[in-house]
């Protein structure tokens, strides 16, 4: 699936946005720049909800988080909120638009899509129920899709992944859990920002910050490997390999250093390539965690085929990985499409100037 153009005429800070991406680059890696408070990230959470959420009814209160402080303008019948191409292998190219209606339109195209209009026949409404009491959610889909439009959105919802820091001001969380950012509390305190954000995590596997569950993941990876590696003794009387492949694998992602399982399973140990020396936590750098967090991330979820927004992608990456990182996510995960939100001139420098994008206003040049 490639994420290959997103306009967004007017959503807090963004303002006629369009941005296009050309599927025949290579790497499918495209840096978006803007000033601080430019609109990075409300545009990869706006993109995230509205293609990963928006389907799900389970998932409309994302929806309604992110959407609040907005509203259908008076004396209009709908307000388009974004529109975004992809192309996919299946289904060649798909059209999203979507469409806020208001509770007086949304009962016209609901009569009009009853008596079988034609004109709104490709037309879902997302929200059964008014969202913020007032707004109602729709997905126009160009007409040359004629597979069940659900499925299609479905698939889309499958294929869509958003990664940030957990200190990500997350507009698809309650604002009660937003306003814990502001205020005193530990990060054990069940009542944090960072706790709720967990707890959501847990019905939204497609998002992934960068330094949570870290730990939980990899013991877990190295878990199901020792039941492979079990389950291959006893069926063919000989231990199967799975717990030194992924340790293989896990350890081609690391520099100068190595991993491996504690013993009883309950956690992990790294240390220097070469040495048996443990390392202790604070012995791995931000950045390398971070690195390898991405690696177990990407691989870990199997991504393929995936759109993958990246928010703050660089942050605790020495300028050299930051240039890697480029590398790094064709090689760990070559048939997805990275946007990644950034400030970083390093990781531009190993692109061409045609992958970088910027939601304007346009940066200012460079002065001497
Ligand atoms: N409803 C709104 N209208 C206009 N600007 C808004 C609105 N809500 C938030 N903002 C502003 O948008 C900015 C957030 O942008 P953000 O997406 O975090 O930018 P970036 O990731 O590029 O730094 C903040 O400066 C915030 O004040
Ligand atoms: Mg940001």
Same mark, same amino acid.
């Given at each position: 699936m490639f994420l290959k153009r997103i306009q967004v005429p007017d959503f807090r800070v963004l303002k006629n946005v369009d941005i296009t991406f050309d599927p025949q680059l290579e790497p499918r890696v495209f840096p978006l720049g803007s000033q601080n408070g430019g609109g990075k990230s409300t545009l990869l959470q706006l993109?995230?909800?509205?293609?990963?959420?928006?389907?799900?009814?389970?998932?409309?209160?994302?929806?309604?988080?992110?959407?609040?402080g907005f509203t259908v303008k008076h004396g209009?019948?709908?307000?388009?909120?974004?529109?975004?191409? +992809?192309?996919?292998?299946?289904?060649?190219?798909?059209? &999203?638009?979507? @469409?806020?209606?208001?509770?007086? $339109?949304?009962r016209t195209l609901l009569n009009h899509q009853a008596a079988q209009s034609p004109y709104c026949q490709n037309i879902i409404v997302l929200s059964p129920q008014a969202l913020l009491g007032e707004i109602f959610l729709a997905c126009r889909i160009n007409a040359s899709i004629t597979s069940d439009l659900h499925a299609v959105l479905k698939e889309v919802a499958a294929h869509t992944f958003l990664a940030a820091p957990s200190t990500q001001i997350f507009h698809f969380l309650s604002l009660e859990s937003r306003k814990k950012l502001f205020s005193r509390?530990?990060?054990?305190?069940?009542?944090?920002? +960072?706790a709720d954000l967990k707890n959501l995590?847990?019905? &939204?596997?497609? @998002?992934?910050?960068?330094?949570? $569950?870290?730990?939980?993941?990899?013991v877990n990876l190295f878990r199901e490997a020792r039941?492979?590696?079990?389950?291959?003794v006893v069926s063919t009387g000989q231990y199967g390999h799975s717990y030194h492949q992924i340790l293989e694998k896990m350890n081609s992602a690391l520099v100068g250093k190595q991993i491996s399982s504690r013993s009883d399973l309950t956690g992990v140990q790294f240390h220097l390539d070469g040495s048996n020396t443990e390392l202790q936590p604070e012995d791995?750098?931000?950045?390398e965690l971070k690195r390898f967090s991405i690696y177990i991330w990407l691989t870990s979820q199997n991504l393929k085929d995936a759109i993958v927004l990246m928010d703050e992608i660089e942050i605790a990456l020495h300028p050299d990985w930051q240039y890697q990182i480029v590398h790094d996510l064709v090689k760990w995960g070559p048939t997805n499409q990275y946007i990644l939100a950034t400030h970083s001139y390093e990781l531009c420098q190993a692109v061409t100037p045609a992958h970088v994008k910027e939601i304007t206003p346009n940066l200012l040049p460079q002065t001497v």
């Open positions: 993109v995230f909800v509205l293609l990963h959420c928006a389907i799900d009814p389970e998932k409309l209160h994302l929806v309604e988080n992110l959407l609040q209009t019948d709908w307000h388009s909120l974004a529109t975004i191409e +992809i192309f996919d292998n299946k289904f060649e190219n798909i059209k &999203l638009e979507y @469409l806020c209606y208001s509770r007086q $339109s949304i509390s530990s990060i054990e305190d069940s009542g944090s920002y +960072i995590q847990e019905s &939204l596997p497609n @998002l992934f910050t960068y330094d949570l $569950s870290l730990v939980d993941t990899l039941d492979r590696d079990f389950s291959a791995l750098s931000h950045g």
